[in-house]
C-alpha cells in the first residue's frame, strides 16, 4: 500500500514535523535476529512509510490497505479451551418455590446431598421454607452456598442461627468468624450488637463454637499477616453479599474472598441478583469446591403496584399481586399526565432542567395520599424521597395530621427521654434533638444520613415498635435495615446521582418496594409510585417488572493492597486481578468477542473496493480534511470569537453526538456558572437557546435529553431548545427575521418553511461565517490551519478521481471497509482487556484510590511537623469529609497554609501520575480532597460545643458526626504509620487530635449495646 501515497502528499507538514521525524524507530522482533547490513536496509527502504505515518497524524492509516494478515490476533489464533474457567454446573432436584443449583470443578462427579440423620442443628418455632430448607441442607452437607432472595426473605437469622444458637444481631461493619463449626459474617450496612461469648450446646453439637468480632476492614490485614486464628477458621457468612458491587466497600469483599484458604466453606446471603450462578462459578473456579445456588423470587406478601400521576387524583393500579404489568392503566395515567400538563403544567414551549411537563406534585399531593393511607388504615407507610432536604420538607407538609393515640405519644416521649438521657444538657437543645420529638408524638418520623446516630437510631426503635406511622427516609432505609412497611411511597421516579437527574433503575425500585409488605401480618403490600413527567410503556414496564441490578465485581487495586501484596511472597498484584471477580466475568464475555471477530474478519475480507490504493489516497486526503475542519471549529466555537454573531435570527448547525438537528434559529444566548465542588474558579457555561426542528414524541416528554430530530419522513415541531455552545458545529452567515412571540405554534412552524427556502436558495450549501474575513480571527495558529486545509483542497481537486462518476459509491465502500477495520482493531483490544492484559489493569486501576500515596508525601516531606495537634486534625478532615456543601469557608491562614501546601503535593502526584501515562485529571484529583469543614474540625479540637460548630457550616448535623468518626479512624491509622517509621513526635500528634475530637455527642454511644 505504500505506493499509494505520492512522497509529497502530506509535505505541508514536512516543515514542523522535521524534528519528529528524526527520532529513531524501535527495534522490530523481525530485525532482531539480523545483521546491521540488513536490518539498516530494511530501515532504509520503510522510511519513508514511517515519515508518512508520523506526517499524516491520521488514526485511519491503520484502517486501510492492501489485503494482508492482521497485525493483531486473530480469531482463529485464540483457543478458548485453554481460557475459559473449568466449571460446570449440576441442577439439582427441589420442591416448587425456589430453584437449586450446583457448580462443580470441571473434572467432579456431582454426589447428591445427603440427607438430615437424627435431631436438627436448630429447631424453629415455625416450618422453614423451601429456599431455606435447601440452604441448611448444603450446610450439613459441609458445602459452600449462595442464597438468594427477596428482601425480608428470611436469609440472615436462621443461617446465623445454624452456627450460633444466642441471640443474634449483626454489627455495623463487621466480621463475625469461629473456631472449629466456625463462621465469619460480614455485613456493610447492618446493625447492632455485643460479642458473643463461646459457648457448648449438646442440643446442637459437641463441637465448642468461639464467635468474634472484629471490623471488616481489619480481616483482609490479619489475612495478609497469616494470623493464626485465621487458620482455624472452617466457616465464613458474607451477609448482603449483593453490596460487593459496592465501589467504596466491594473492595474489601473482594479481596476477603480472593484471601481465604481453600478449604474454608462460604455462605453468601444476597438480595436477588440475576447472575447468581456467574458468581457461584467464580468461588467455584477460585477455590476449586462445589458452591451451590439456591434462588427464589417467591415473595411471601404479595404487591400491589399503584401510579399516583401528578395532577391527578386517583390511584392507578399497574402491577397487580399477580406480577401481571396493567398497560391500559399505566397509559391512562399516563394521559391524565398530559391533560394536568396541557393545563396547569410547563406549557410555556421551553424546557424544564429537571425534564418535568406535566402536573406539579406539590404539597398537596404527598399530603393527600399519606392522609388516605391513614383512613383506610394501610399504615405504617415509608416514603421514600431522594434527598435529604425533600424528607424534612415533606415531613412537616403532614405534620398538621396525628397518627398517634394519646398513651402512644407518652411511649414516644419515654423512649426518646430514655435514649437522649447520655446527652449533656447543651446538647439536648440542638434544634434536631428539640424539633424532632413533636413529630415523633405525631407518628411522624425522618430518617436520613444527615440526622444525628442517635436520634437515627431511636427512630429505628419507634418505628420498628409500630409508634411510627409514616417515615419520611431516603434510599439507605432500604439498605440492609430489615424494617417493612405495610405501605411504601415514592415521591419522584427520578433521582440525581451525582452527575445527572434520571430515572430510577430496577433494581433500586425492587430494593425499596421490597419494604412493603409484613409477613404474617398483611396480606398483601402496597407501593405507590408518584410520577411527575410522563414515560412510555417500556420504560415504566421495565422499571416496575424489571430484573434486579446484577452483581458485577467494583473491585480494583489500592496502593494499601499492592504494599500489602509485596509483602506476602506467594502472591502479586497480578495474582489478584488474576482471581478477582471482576477478571472473571470479563473471561465470560470471552466467547462473544471472538465470534463478533471472525465475523468482522469475513465482512472485511469481502469487500472489493475498485483501484484500492488510489482510492486509499483520496480517502485519507478527506479525511485529513475533516480533521481540519474540527479543529476550525474550535476556533470559532471559543465564547470570544462567536458570541458577538449569535443574534437572534442566526441560523446554526447543531448536532449531539449521533442527533444531527440540522440548522435551527438562535433566539437568545445566556451565561451559567458552574461552580466547582471544592470551590475553585468559577466555570463559565453558554447556552444558547435555539429553535430546532424536533420530534413530535420528544416534544410531548418536554425532557432536554429526550430532545431528538425527526426521523426520515416524519413531520416534526419546532421547538424552543437550550443548546450548550460546543454543541454548534457550524455558525451561518444567514439571519431571520423571527417573531417576537415564539409561544404560538404556528409562529415557530413558520420558521421551518423559512429554513426550507434557505436551502433551496443555496443549494450547494448554506454559507458559513468565514472565520478570518466575517469574524475576525487573527490567531496565527489558526491561519497554519487554513493553509493546510487550502494544500489538501489542491490535492483533492486535482486528483483523478474527484471526477470520477462514482466517486461516492466507492468512497462509501472504502468508509465502511475503514469501519470494519476499526471495528476490528477495538474487538482485539477487547479480548486482550478480557483475556489477560493483567500489567495494564494494574496501572489503570491503582488511580480509584492514591490517598494512601498522598499522605504518605505529606509525612515525608515534613508537612505535618510545624503543625499543632488542632491544624493536622482539621487538614485530614479533606480526605475523609466526601459529601457536597453549598458553602466554601474562608478559612484563616492558620488552616489555608496547610491546606496550600497539600494541594501543591497533590498537584505534583497528580503530574507525576501523568508523566506515568496514568488517566488522572489535576483539578478532578484535587476536588476530591475537601476543605469545607476544615473550619469546624478545627473550632471543634479546640473545644467548642456541637452546637456552636453546627452554626459555622449548612452541612447536616449527622454528617459532619459521620466525618468526625471516620477521621478519628484516619488519626488511628496515622498514629501506625507515624510509629512504624519511628517518628514519635508526629505519633503523639495524632494521638492528641483523637483525644481533642474523640468527646460528647459526636462519639455518644449506639442505642444497639
Avoid at 161 to 189: A, I, M, N, W
Avoid at 419 to 432: F, I, V, Y
Wanted: proline fraction near 5%; include cysteine.
Amino acid at each position: 500500500m505504500a505506493d499509494a501515497f505520492g512522497d509529497d502528499l502530506f509535505s505541508v507538514f514536512d516543515e514542523e514535523q522535521a524534528g519528529s521525524s528524526k527520532k529513531a524507530a524501535p527495534k522490530s522482533a523481525a530485525q532482531a535476529g539480523k545483521s546491521p547490513d540488513q536490518a539498516g536496509k530494511q530501515q532504509a527502504d520503510s522510511a519513508a512509510g514511517r515519515k508518512r505515518d508520523a506526517d499524516s497524524d491520521a488514526p485511519d492509516e491503520l484502517l486501510l490497505g492492501k489485503r494482508q494478515k492482521l497485525e493483531t490476533v486473530s480469531a482463529e489464533e485464540i483457543n478458548l479451551s485453554e481460557l475459559m474457567p473449568k466449571v460446570k454446573a449440576e441442577q439439582v432436584e427441589t420442591v416448587e418455590g425456589c430453584t437449586h443449583e450446583v457448580v462443580l470443578p470441571a473434572d467432579e462427579e456431582y454426589t447428591p446431598l445427603k440427607p438430615r440423620v437424627g435431631k436438627a442443628a436448630k429447631e424453629y418455632p415455625f416450618i422453614l421454607d423451601s429456599f431455606q430448607r435447601e440452604a441448611i441442607l448444603c450446610l450439613d452437607n459441609n458445602q459452600s452456598v449462595l442464597v438468594s432472595a427477596h428482601t425480608s426473605a428470611g436469609k440472615t437469622i436462621y443461617m446465623v442461627d445454624y452456627f450460633d444458637p444466642s441471640e443474634f444481631v449483626l454489627k455495623f461493619e463487621t466480621f463475625f468468624f469461629c473456631t472449629q463449626v466456625r463462621h465469619c459474617s460480614g455485613s456493610p450496612r447492618k446493625a447492632a450488637s455485643d460479642l458473643h461469648q463461646p459457648h457448648q450446646s449438646s442440643e446442637q453439637s459437641e463441637v465448642q463454637r468461639d464467635v468474634r468480632r472484629v471490623p471488616g476492614s481489619c480481616y483482609p490485614s490479619m489475612l495478609y499477616r497469616g494470623s493464626e486464628v485465621m487458620r482455624e477458621v472452617a466457616w465464613v457468612i458474607f451477609d448482603e453479599i449483593h453490596y460487593m458491587r459496592d465501589s467504596e466497600r466491594g473492595v474489601v469483599w473482594e479481596e476477603t474472598i480472593i484471601l481465604l484458604p481453600d478449604n474454608v466453606h462460604h455462605v453468601f446471603l444476597s438480595a436477588t441478583i440475576p447472575n447468581a450462578r456467574q458468581f457461584a462459578e467464580w468461588i467455584c473456579h477460585l477455590h476449586k469446591q462445589p458452591c451451590h445456588v439456591v434462588y427464589t423470587d417467591y415473595r411471601p406478601t404479595p404487591l400491589q403496584h399503584y401510579i399516583f400521576p401528578a395532577g391527578g387524583d386517583g390511584l392507578h393500579l399497574v402491577v397487580d399481586e399477580n406480577g401481571e404489568f396493567r398497560e391500559d392503566n399505566f397509559n391512562t395515567a399516563m394521559q391524565v399526565l398530559r391533560d394536568a400538563g396541557d393545563t396547569g403544567g410547563n406549557a410555556g414551549g421551553k424546557w424544564d432542567p429537571k425534564g418535568r411537563k406535566g402536573g406539579t406534585k406539590g404539597p398537596s399531593n404527598v399530603f393527600k395520599i399519606v392522609k388516605m393511607i391513614m383512613e383506610r388504615n394501610f399504615q405504617p407507610v415509608i416514603i421514600f424521597s431522594f434527598s435529604k432536604k425533600e424528607c424534612e420538607a415533606y415531613a412537616l407538609q403532614v405534620a398538621k395530621l396525628d397518627f398517634n393515640t394519646d398513651d402512644e405519644k407518652k411511649l414516644v416521649e419515654e423512649v426518646f427521654n430514655n435514649a437522649t438521657d447520655c446527652l449533656s444538657d447543651e446538647d439536648k437543645k440542638l434544634p434536631q434533638v428539640e424539633h424532632v420529638l413533636p413529630l415523633l408524638k405525631r407518628g411522624i418520623g425522618i430518617h436520613h444520613g444527615g440526622l444525628l446516630p442517635i436520634l437515627k437510631e431511636t427512630i429505628e426503635i419507634l418505628f420498628s415498635e409500630g409508634l411510627i406511622k409514616a417515615l419520611f427516609a431516603t434510599e439507605t432505609f432500604a439498605m440492609g435495615i430489615n424494617m417493612p412497611a405495610r405501605t411504601v411511597l415514592f415521591t419522584s421516579a427520578r433521582k440525581f446521582d451525582g452527575k445527572d437527574f434520571r430515572w430510577i433503575t430496577s433494581g433500586e425500585y425492587i430494593q425499596m418496594s421490597g419494604r412493603a409488605g409484613r409477613r404474617g401480618m398483611d396480606e398483601r403490600g402496597i407501593v405507590i409510585f408518584m410520577v411527575d413527567e410522563k414515560m412510555s410503556p417500556a420504560v415504566g414496564k421495565q422499571l416496575l417488572k424489571g430484573s434486579a441490578d446484577p452483581l458485577n465485581s467494583a473491585f480494583h487495586l489500592t496502593y494499601n493492597m499492592v504494599l500489602n501484596l509485596l509483602r506476602v511472597e506467594e502472591i502479586n498484584p497480578e495474582y489478584m486481578l488474576e482471581k478477582s471477580f471482576y477478571q472473571f466475568q470479563h473471561y465470560r464475555a470471552v466467547p462473544g468477542v471472538v465470534e463478533k471477530m471472525k465475523k468482522l474478519e469475513e465482512e472485511y475480507n469481502a469487500i472489493r473496493i475498485p483501484n484500492e490504493e488510489s482510492m486509499v489516497t483520496y480517502y485519507k486526503i478527506r479525511q485529513q480534511l475533516a480533521k481540519l475542519s474540527k479543529e476550525i471549529e474550535e476556533f470559532i466555537h471559543k465564547p470570544r470569537y462567536c458570541l458577538p454573531f449569535l443574534q437572534p435570527g442566526r441560523l446554526v448547525m447543531v448536532k449531539k453526538e449521533d442527533l444531527d438537528f440540522g440548522w435551527g434559529i438562535v433566539v437568545s444566548f445566556h451565561k451559567k456558572t458552574n461552580v466547582k465542588a471544592a470551590g475553585g474558579d468559577a466555570d463559565p457555561l453558554f447556552v444558547v437557546e435555539v429553535l430546532l426542528h424536533c420530534s413530535k414524541d420528544s416534544v410531548k416528554n418536554a425532557a432536554t435529553e429526550a430532545a431528538k430530530p425527526p426521523g426520515p419522513g416524519e413531520k416534526g415541531e419546532m421547538q424552543v431548545v437550550p443548546v450548550i455552545l460546543h454543541l454548534i458545529t457550524s455558525i451561518s452567515s444567514v439571519r431571520l427575521y423571527i417573531p417576537k412571540d415564539l409561544r404560538p405554534y404556528e409562529n415557530r412552524q413558520s420558521m421551518l418553511k423559512s429554513i426550507q427556502e434557505v436551502q433551496k436558495r443555496f443549494p450547494d450549501g448554506v454559507p458559513l461565517l468565514d472565520p478570518i474575513d466575517d469574524m475576525g480571527i487573527k490567531d496565527p495558529a489558526l491561519k497554519k490551519v487554513i493553509q493546510k486545509v487550502e494544500a489538501f483542497e489542491h490535492r483533492m481537486f486535482t486528483h483523478p478521481l474527484h471526477s470520477d462518476p462514482n466517486l461516492e459509491a466507492v468512497y462509501t465502500l472504502c468508509e465502511k471497509k475503514a469501519l470494519v477495520k476499526n471495528k476490528i482493531l477495538l474487538s482485539n483490544s477487547s479480548y486482550f482487556q478480557h483475556s489477560g492484559s493483567f500489567l495494564n489493569h494494574v496501572v489503570l486501576l491503582c488511580v480509584h484510590s492514591a490517598d494512601e500515596l498522598l499522605l504518605t508525601e505529606m509525612v515525608f516531606n515534613g508537612l505535618f511537623n510545624d503543625l499543632t495537634a488542632e491544624q493536622a486534625t482539621a487538614l485530614l478532615s479533606c480526605f475523609v469529609f466526601q459529601e457536597n456543601a453549598n458553602e466554601m469557608p474562608k478559612l484563616t491562614e492558620q488552616l489555608a497554609g496547610p491546606l496550600r501546601q497539600m494541594q501543591e503535593c497533590a498537584k505534583r502526584i497528580a503530574k507525576v501520575s501523568a508523566e506515568a501515562k496514568l488517566d488522572v485529571d489535576e483539578d478532578t484529583y484535587l476536588n476530591q480532597f475537601r476543605p469545607h469543614l476544615m473550619d469546624v474540625v478545627y473550632t471543634w479540637a479546640n473545644g467548642s460545643s456541637f452546637s456552636q460548630i453546627c452554626k459555622m457550616t449548612d452541612v447536616f448535623e449527622g454528617s459532619i458526626i459521620r466525618c468526625m468518626r471516620r477521621l478519628e479512624e484516619l488519626l488511628r491509622q496515622m498514629c501506625q504509620a507515624a510509629k512504624a517509621i519511628g517518628n514519635t513526635e508526629l505519633e503523639n500528634k495524632f494521638a492528641t487530635g483523637i483525644t481533642k475530637i474523640k468527646r460528647d455527642i459526636v462519639f455518644a454511644a449506639s442505642l444497639y449495646l
